[in-house]
């Protein structure tokens, strides 16, 4: 059984720039939830997507964005970025959204904006 | 403002004594609450969970404690091991929220040989 990955590992943008991030989720879940990590900081839910539709969604502004596909892959995106969007980028996939659903992290992606 | 919090940024215990990591929340929604492990350059990992209908919970060497009326909880690790020293996070979760997490900000725990 695969777990979850995502890529780049690290990737350096600068201010203003656009960003992609992948995600590609255990066998079988149909649910991904993307968190921010600042240093020093616990995870900070972003969003969450449950078949294809964002299923709920933290306090982060519009310009953060994402997409899951029909094989459960998916993307973040972010738009105009700040020098604060610096951050360790986590998803996790689950099999459904309900409360004890275990999620499993990826590695994350660290996004440093210069 | 921070709903969960994790006041202790670090902690240092001798291999084969008990730790304890603590954790305190401030949304009365919160009923299920979850400790997750993170190594560097790997995502967190669960560890243990406990729902609001409980006060305990134990797997092996982790036990977890919530006490609902002071919206605090703990972990305790018996006995410590070198291999445990990690970051720890506390999570919770809301019944209508399925299991989008809000995290404290972790602690630091190094287990000494």
């Given at each position: 059984?695969?777990?979850?990955?995502?890529?780049?590992?690290?990737?350096?943008?600068?201010?203003?720039?656009?960003?992609?991030?992948?995600?590609?989720?255990?066998?079988?879940?149909?649910?991904?939830?993307?968190?921010?990590?600042?240093?020093?900081q616990?995870?900070?839910?972003?969003?969450?997507?449950?078949?294809?539709?964002?299923?709920?969604?933290?306090?982060?502004?519009?310009?953060?964005?994402?997409?899951?596909?029909?094989?459960?892959?998916?993307?973040?995106?972010?738009?105009?970025l700040?020098?604060d969007?610096?951050?360790?980028?986590?998803c996790?996939?689950s099999?459904?959204?309900?409360?004890?659903?275990e999620?499993?992290?990826?590695?994350?992606?660290?996004?440093?904006?210069? | 403002?921070?709903?969960?919090?994790?006041?202790?940024?670090?902690?240092?215990?001798?291999?084969?004594?008990?730790?304890?990591?603590?954790?305190?929340?401030?949304?009365?929604?919160?009923?299920?609450?979850?400790?997750?492990?993170?190594?560097?350059?790997?995502?967190?990992?669960?560890?243990?969970?406990?729902?609001?209908?409980?006060?305990?919970?134990?797997d092996?060497?982790?036990?977890?404690f919530?006490?609902?009326?002071?919206?605090?909880?703990?972990?305790?690790?018996?006995?410590?091991?070198?291999?445990?020293?990690?970051?720890?996070?506390?999570?919770?979760?809301?019944?209508?929220?399925g299991?989008?997490?809000?995290?404290?900000?972790?602690?630091?725990?190094?287990?000494?040989?």
């Amino acid at each position: 059984e695969t777990g979850v990955t995502q890529s780049p590992t690290h990737l350096i943008k600068t201010r203003g720039q656009q960003v992609t991030l992948r995600c590609s989720s255990q066998s079988g879940h149909n649910t991904v939830s993307w968190y921010q990590q600042a240093l020093g900081q616990g995870p900070q839910f972003i969003f969450q997507y449950y078949r294809e539709e964002e299923n709920g969604r933290g306090n982060f502004p519009p310009r953060f964005s994402g997409l899951q596909f029909p094989n459960y892959s998916s993307e973040l995106n972010v738009n105009a970025l700040e020098l604060d969007d610096s951050a360790l980028y986590l998803c996790a996939s689950s099999l459904e959204t309900g409360l004890n659903n275990e999620q499993f992290f990826g590695p994350g992606t660290r996004l440093t904006v210069l | 403002d921070q709903q969960v919090k994790q006041n202790s940024p670090s902690l240092s215990v001798q291999e084969g004594r008990i730790s304890i990591l603590n954790c305190d929340y401030t949304n009365s929604m919160f009923d299920y609450f979850l400790w997750y492990k993170k190594y560097p350059a790997e995502g967190p990992t669960f560890l243990i969970s406990i729902s609001s209908i409980k006060d305990k919970n134990e797997d092996g060497r982790f036990t977890v404690f919530l006490n609902k009326s002071a919206k605090h909880l703990s972990l305790h690790i018996v006995p410590s091991q070198p291999g445990d020293s990690a970051v720890y996070f506390c999570a919770a979760s809301a019944n209508n929220a399925g299991n989008m997490l809000t995290f404290g900000g972790g602690t630091r725990l190094m287990v000494k040989p």
